[in-house]
């Protein structure tokens, strides 16, 4: 039977809509503070002050033992992707805005409980010392983790001044790229829903972001967006984990992923830094072993959507910014 593509795009496009409205003010200004912490830090070290100037150079020792620390260590090796029968769902966990609170957890969590994720990672947040090294250097030998991209600033939370000078914006996820040494050339862009692979993009026209991305893209990075973002308030979930594996299953029977049968959750690491909201991941985690359904990591997301050959269809459509925090 032939799938009624326009109706799975048109179904993405309107909750792509919806997320953009569902703005959460909360995680930006949690997530702005530590990076407004981060961004002090450094500032002070610039002007000579003295006690900072300490920290900057325990920082900077840090970075060059942990990149020794590195080179010296066997390279870890990433798990396969897993093999899918026909019809299978897949869901790609992913985590944004680490190293943070939050971020141990998932390292944690993901090598215990046995599933895949994906985390994208913010430079200046790994900047903030000895214990934001280490986690990077869990989080890159950790076989269930695949290490992504999310820039070096998070565009200081200003993301039109960001995005207003695409050379400016390109050159700040290429320097996260290459000072963290990521292998994956892997991107989550900052305050942005948009994707582009090779073959097919989703908002790359319409976004203001969409330049920075074009430049990207010809430098052989893969940027994602998401299918359902579990929101947050304060520093937990904003929804349960029933609720939000509600969410997901509703998109699957709709059928209003961006790909048939491949569902992107964005969450926060910062969301996992409290007793409860750990709980509920791991309770995520549980409910969808339970329905069969897949994790697998970001690099493992089908290049094409089987089935569906009208990319073009819904370019142009979204005509607004997304607001809201990735
Ligand atoms: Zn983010």
Not at 35 to 63: D, P, W, Y
Not at 95 to 121: C, Y
Not at 195 to 220: C, H, M, Y
Not at 225 to 239: N, R, S
Request: aromatic share 8%; with cysteine.
């Amino acid at each position: 039977m032939p799938r009624k593509s326009n109706n799975i795009r048109t179904n993405f496009r309107l909750q792509s809509m919806k997320n953009g409205t569902e703005q959460i003010m909360e995680p930006v200004k949690k997530t702005a503070k530590i990076a407004a912490l981060a961004a002090a830090a450094i500032t002070f070290s610039v002007f000579g002050m003295a006690c900072r100037q300490k920290q900057t150079n325990e920082n900077g020792n840090a970075v060059l033992a942990a990149e020794k620390n590195e080179a010296a260590a066997p390279k870890t090796i990433k798990l396969p992707a897993e093999k899918l029968d026909s019809g299978a769902r897949v869901v790609y966990l992913t985590f944004d805005d680490g190293p943070l609170p939050g971020s141990d957890f998932i390292n944690k969590a993901t090598l215990e409980h046995k599933f895949k994720g994906s985390v994208f990672v913010v430079g200046k947040h790994v900047l903030n010392g000895k214990t934001s090294l280490r986690t990077l250097r869990d989080f890159k030998r950790n076989p269930y983790l695949d290490v992504c991209n999310h820039s070096f600033t998070h565009a200081n939370m200003d993301y039109k001044k960001f995005y207003a000078d695409p050379a400016v914006a390109s050159a700040d996820l290429r320097k996260n790229q290459e000072d963290l040494k990521l292998d994956l050339k892997i991107i989550r862009l900052p305050g942005s829903q948009l994707w582009a692979l090779p073959t097919r993009d989703f908002n790359l026209k319409v976004q203001k972001s969409g330049p920075t991305a074009e430049i990207l893209k010809t430098e052989g990075y893969k940027i994602y967006g998401w299918d359902v973002e579990w929101g947050q308030k304060g520093a937990a979930p904003k929804e349960t984990a029933e609720e939000i594996f509600a969410k997901i299953e509703s998109q699957f029977e709709k059928e209003s992923t961006w790909t048939r049968n491949h569902l992107v959750v964005l969450t926060h690491d910062i969301m996992f830094s409290k007793a409860d909201g750990q709980a509920q991941l791991l309770k995520l985690v549980q409910l969808l072993k339970d329905k069969k359904y897949i994790l697998e990591n970001i690099r493992h997301y089908p290049e094409k959507d089987s089935g569906d050959d009208s990319d073009d269809d819904l370019k142009g459509v979204i005509k607004e910014q997304p607001k809201q925090p990735s």
